[in-house]
């Protein structure tokens, strides 16, 4: 079973930067992708970033430029920089694995983009 821990959502002012980290932690014998995912109010849940096992990156075209992930494999650990947030990033944001135990996601972390 594999489980995900997010945090670092906050409420900040349009421009402004916000950090997002996801914990992994559980028994994973071979990860394939992870990501980030996000939901607004009324709206679907949207893929926003996601990096495959052999490195390659994606992001959702609204994002591009501003939001980066990475991974810090000693940690465990997978990131979203967010920077020059707007009102329309605000959202639960959820970090999601796919591998060998199945598709997982986190519980989500608020981000809150208004002035």
């Known amino acids: 079973q594999v489980q995900l821990v997010e945090s670092g959502g906050d409420l900040v002012q349009p421009g402004g930067s916000l950090r997002l980290s996801c914990v992994v932690s559980?028994?994973?014998?071979?990860?394939?992708?992870m990501g980030w995912y996000r939901q607004a109010p009324g709206k679907q849940r949207e893929p926003v970033a996601g990096v495959t096992s052999g490195g390659f990156i994606n992001y959702a075209d609204s994002v591009k430029g501003r939001f980066t992930i990475s991974r810090d494999y000693a940690r465990n650990t997978m990131y979203l920089q967010m920077n020059s947030l707007k009102p329309e990033d605000t959202a639960v944001y959820y970090c999601?694995?796919?591998?060998?135990?199945?598709?997982?996601w986190g519980q989500g972390t608020q981000v809150t983009v208004s002035s």
């Open positions: 559980g028994s994973i014998l071979s990860l394939f992708a």
């Open positions: 999601n694995v796919a591998s060998t135990s199945g598709l997982s």
